[in-house]
């Protein structure tokens, strides 16, 4: 579904991303692995749309997507989960998820005085698909509350709920687990492999927690210093000599550094 053809991504003389070529396939939930600064969050950006890729290509169902804007991959189904940001916190977590879908005519000046039932049918429509979506998500008892209210574990099930307003084919989620309790990482956990099957998204996570992404994610990329060091299941992965390598290297660096 998605094709990474030998990209680099480089700020000044520092490379991020260099050379790197992997592919994500229709209906898996990939994981993105690797030490901390490994070049994921850059990657992520690169294909999402944030950043242009110094050079490579990007492929999303054998389109070159390389270099669109996050609105124009948006559109063609590519999201990746964003804090929710300052402005939505005033919302509640019912209009934040009836902000998201592209192209409603209430936008629309001229809709908006001359069109008002066709205005209020298809605000009706997303208000039903925002029900649908917090019953999914289990988050009835906060619908109403304002998002600024919410834990950081709800406000990740809403980052989420946010992607499902319109329909996804592949979505790229960097560190969702990251601060949430166990049973809300569950939670989400559970959430992401219903929307896998059930509705057949594509997921590409970047997470630290090995017992999650064993728990979720096949196949697994292991990335460092930019480039991808391996690519297996979550066990080859765990077990392979580079990867355990780069990650004690890390540590060894930081005791050196600390002595
Ligand atoms: N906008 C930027 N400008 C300059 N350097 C950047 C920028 N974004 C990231 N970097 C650098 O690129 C390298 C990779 O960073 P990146 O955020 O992609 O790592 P990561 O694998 O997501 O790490 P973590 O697990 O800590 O989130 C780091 O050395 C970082 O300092
Ligand atoms: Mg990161």
Redesign the pocket.
């Known amino acids: 579904m998605i094709r990474v053809d030998d990209v680099c991504k480089h ?1 000044g003389g ?1 490379k ?1 991303v260099d050379h790197v070529s992997l592919e994500i396939a229709e209906g898996s939930i990939t994981g993105l692995i ?1 030490p ?8 992520f950006n690169t294909i999402a749309g944030l950043y242009a890729p110094t050079s490579g290509h990007v492929y999303l169902d054998d389109e070159d997507i390389t270099g669109l804007r996050p609105h124009q991959l948006f559109n063609k189904g590519l999201l990746r989960t964003f804090q929710i940001a300052h402005e939505f916190s005033r919302l509640s977590v019912v209009e934040n998820l009836m902000m998201v879908p592209a192209g409603q005519s209430g936008e629309n000046l001229i809709n908006a005085w001359f069109r008002r039932q066709q205005v209020a049918r298809e605000e009706e429509k997303i208000h039903q698909r925002a029900q649908e979506v917090i019953d999914f998500l289990n988050l009835g008892h906060v619908a109403n509350e304002i998002a600024g209210n919410l834990s950081g574990g709800q406000k990740k099930l809403l980052e989420l709920g946010r992607t499902m307003m319109v329909d996804a084919k592949v979505v790229f989620l960097d560190e969702v687990g990251a601060g949430v309790n166990r049973s809300l990482l569950r939670e989400i956990g559970d959430a992401i492999i219903k929307l896998n099957q059930e509705k057949n998204y594509t997921f590409c996570m ?1 997470e ?1 927690d090995m017992d999650f992404i064993g728990r979720m994610c096949d196949p697994v990329i292991c ?1 460092a210093e930019g480039a991808v060091l391996a690519e297996g299941t979550a066990d080859e992965v765990k077990n392979n000599e580079e990867v355990i390598e780069a990650y004690l290297g890390r540590g060894l660096k930081n005791k050196e550094a600390m002595a």
């Open positions: 700020f520092l991020a690797g901390n600064g490994a070049g994921k969050t850059t990657l970047i630290h990335m």
